[in-house]
């Protein structure tokens, strides 16, 4: 499996990084960009392909990424994913 970040911008603009080694590099990545551009305005995105090609995102939990958020969210929102299928020409 390969393990990118979508990086929102305001929302808006996206940028793609990755692929990242394990998991714990990826979370790292994750937080240094929610330091370097700000909790409030930004939002990251795990993109996860699977040795078949297939595409799945998810969010990453504000509390996964800044510890300053501590149990305030919920349980239900770590790792909800959306599967994307993407046909190629």
Same mark, same amino acid.
């Given at each position: 499996m390969q393990r990118w970040?979508? !990086?929102m911008y305001s929302g808006v603009a996206a940028t793609l990084e990755g692929p990242f080694a394990d998991?714990?590099?990826? !979370?790292?990545?994750?937080?240094?960009?929610?330091?370097?551009?700000?909790?409030?305005e930004h939002s990251v995105h795990? !993109?996860?392909i699977d040795d078949h090609g297939l595409p799945t995102v998810a969010?990453?939990?504000a509390r996964e990424v800044d510890p300053a958020f501590g149990?305030?969210? =919920? =349980?239900?929102?770590?790792?909800?994913?959306t599967k994307i299928h993407v046909i190629l020409p």
């Open positions: 970040l979508i !990086l998991e714990e590099a990826r !979370l790292a990545r994750a937080r240094a960009f929610r330091d370097e551009d700000g909790a409030d795990r !993109l996860d969010d990453c939990a149990d305030e969210v =919920d =349980d239900e929102e770590v790792g909800q994913e």
